[in-house]
């Protein structure tokens, strides 16, 4: 059986009108080539019809070569040449000379509309590339057609009369203008706009030719063009069209006064020229302009947000390898990350900023901007390196200082929500750490902690909770790791967990009584000397010694004579003294000595367990012997 094309047009159709079985989203659906391959393969193993048949095109053959002989250079020249051989007999045959121009005319304009046909089926089947390649084939029977027609019959008015009718003029604008669409769809706006050009210079009152003229336009950041172009299809088109126009127009002038006042806010407020860009990535379809994306890339590098400014420069640099003003960005971007001593990958950053920085020079040596950036980022680089280099050789109060000196001569425009602020604070702050200087370690740390654009940096945050812990405000650093570990991105952060364990020992170690400054000894006396004194103290503070104090007092010593019975048994015990002077409370001693008593049991249960099964070995081994000899002794007797 031999299947025609009508048939299998829409096997590729859009899914999006919602009408699935079993809910299955648009999203989930593949490519047949992809999601069932076997399928595929049948499917262009089918036999059918070339769909330009009623041309008198006899082509058979499979459904997967139908897409290359349609769009072969060589496949439908006989039919060219038919349409041009009645043309020459018809010049020649002057009784039928009317009758057989509208004949040619008719075929050329039912071969370009099969083509165009094909075309929009490919269209609707987001197949744009072969739509583009249809459309381009029935654009070349037009104007190959169009050039014969004005080269035989210049001295002839009734044949350009009929070739310039309406209803061929309208084919030509509408295979532009669909080949404009499908350009559109694949962002070759270039393309787009001298296909849009040619569906005007054929209808000038052609609506859409301006509307898809002005989306190439905006998308390629010619604003001003944009709304040049729509003023005068506004003059040109019908009152039909002239409300859409219209509309296209104020929102293509919106456009425009967007760019222009993100342009001018770009150096005092780049928070409000960030925002402005932002709409305008968003509002221009079906592509972001470069001008729009290099300026959301500034406003955002301004603002010290470097990875969307990378990000952004890099979509640019991919579709303009030659953008000079991105490779600016880019390199700015990446030395601005910045990069911590104790992260390699992140060292590199500025390395790496450096050398695109370089290379976008290479576009434009002269550029005095890209000099002199390049020149303060290597100075950067070096300030960074002394630093660095100072702290490691233990020259703490050389490395602040140049710290400081970054910040306020070298780079002092770096924006505070660049990570290469936070990082230039971490680092001074452990440097004030080691000088023992916790009151400005604080400070650091706070600032770095606070201008993280995400989620702080962890070196920063442990340095802050060992400041804290210098100061002695344990409490402080107790309460501020709960509150971290209680968001969503620490929870799963083992160091952090960590610095709360050791805040929640040295809070609970802070509270403890301490035992020694009760019994008035050292904290190596012996045995000897403990019990003395806990000797002479309990009968300071015996209850029957304070019959006559006041009540307040009666319970003061009630309380410290207790705290010596309690320490009396806890530093007798070497075990417990030897957990109570590493720091631990009366309760952590007591789930210790509870562990090791209870890992002790199991220890004994073990060794009784296996000295249980040795003896019952040995009396099996025993027995054993035992019966054998009897055995022995038996056969003796016997014999």
């Known amino acids: 059986m031999v299947a025609t094309i009508k048939d299998m047009s829409n096997m590729n159709a859009s899914l999006d009108d919602g009408n699935y079985i079993n809910n299955i989203l648009p999203s989930a659906v593949k490519p047949l080539k ?12 089918i036999q059918v019809q070339c769909p330009l048949q009623q041309h008198q095109c006899s082509w058979k053959g499979d459904y997967g070569d139908l897409q290359s002989h349609l769009l072969s250079s060589t496949s439908h020249n006989h039919l060219l040449e038919t349409v ?7 010049i020649e045959n002057n009784d039928n000379e009317n009758n057989g121009a509208t004949l040619s005319i008719g075929r050329i304009i039912a071969l370009a509309e099969s083509f165009k046909e094909e075309g929009n089926a490919k269209f609707a089947s987001k197949n744009f590339m072969e739509a583009h390649d249809l459309y381009s084939k029935g654009i070349d029977v037009f104007e190959m057609n169009k050039t014969i027609f004005s080269k035989k019959n210049n001295n002839d008015n009734k044949r350009q009369q009929s070739f310039s009718s309406p209803e061929i003029i309208s084919l030509g604008t509408t295979l532009y203008a669909n080949r404009a669409a499908s350009l559109l769809q694949v962002e070759k706006f ?40 729509l003023e005068i299809g506004c003059r040109r088109c019908d009152i039909s069209s002239g409300a859409l126009m219209q509309k296209t127009l104020a929102s293509t002038k919106l456009i425009r006064n967007s760019f222009k006042m993100g342009m001018e806010r770009l150096e005092n407020d780049a928070a409000a020229a960030k925002s402005i860009f932002t709409s305008l990535l968003r509002d221009i379809k079906p592509g972001p302009a470069p001008c729009v994306v290099l300026g959301a890339a500034k406003a955002n590098l301004k603002l010290g947000i470097t990875d969307i400014a990378q990000r952004l420069s890099l979509q640019l640099l991919r579709s303009d390898p030659q953008n000079f003003e991105a ?49 303060q980022c ?4 070096q300030e960074l390196q002394k ?13 602040i200082e140049t710290y400081g000196r970054i910040l306020l001569h070298t780079n002092k425009n770096i ?59 344990h409490e402080d650093a107790k309460e501020e790791l709960i509150h971290l570990l209680n968001q969503e991105q620490h929870k799963s952060s083992r160091t952090l967990r960590e610095a709360y364990q050791r805040a929640d020992f040295e809070v609970r170690k802070e509270k403890r009584p301490n035992f020694y400054e009760l019994l008035g000894v050292s904290s190596i006396a012996s045995l000897i000397e403990i019990k003395k004194q806990y000797k002479v103290k309990a009968m300071q503070y015996h209850p029957d010694k304070c019959v006559n104090s006041s009540k307040s007092n009666q319970k003061v010593a009630e309380e410290k004579f207790k705290l010596l019975g309690e320490a009396l048994e806890l530093l007798s015990n070497d075990f417990q003294r030897q957990l109570y002077d590493e720091g631990y409370d009366q309760d952590a001693i007591r789930e210790r000595v509870a562990a090791a008593e209870q890992q002790h049991t199991a220890m004994v249960i073990i060794v009784v367990r296996e000295i249980t099964i040795r003896e019952q070995v040995a009396a ?20």
């Open 34 to 45: 992809l999601s069932q391959p076997v399928a595929y393969r049948l499917l262009t193993r």
């Open 84 to 90: 041009i051989d009645n043309k020459d007999d018809n």
């Open 190 to 229: 270039v393309s787009c706009l001298e296909d849009c050009q040619s569906a005007i210079e054929l209808d000038s009152m052609y609506a859409k030719g301006y509307i898809r003229r002005n989306k190439a336009y905006l998308a390629l950041g010619r604003f001003e063009e944009a709304v040049s172009g």
């Open 327 to 375: 490779y600016m960005v880019q390199g700015h971007a990446l030395c601005w990350s910045g990069g911590s001593s104790n992260n390699n990958n992140d060292k590199n950053d500025i390395d790496k900023g450096l050398m695109v920085l370089r290379e976008g020079l290479r576009l434009d040596p002269d550029s005095k901007t890209g000099k002199i950036l390049l020149r």
């Open 378 to 381: 290597q100075q950067l680089q």
């Open 387 to 399: 630093a660095r280099k100072g702290f490691f050789h233990r020259r703490f109060v050389e490395a």
């Open 415 to 473: 924006p505070r929500q660049a990570p290469i602020y936070s990082i230039i604070h971490a680092e001074r702050a452990e440097a004030h750490l080691r000088l023992r200087d916790y009151n400005n370690a604080l400070k650091d740390t706070s600032l770095a902690i606070y201008y993280a654009r995400d989620d702080a940096s962890e070196q920063a945050l442990l340095i802050k909770m060992k400041a804290y812990h210098g100061l002695g405000r």
């Open 620 to 639: 099996a081994e025993q027995a054993a012997h035992h019966h054998g000899r009897h055995n022995c002794h038996h056969r003796n007797h016997r014999h």
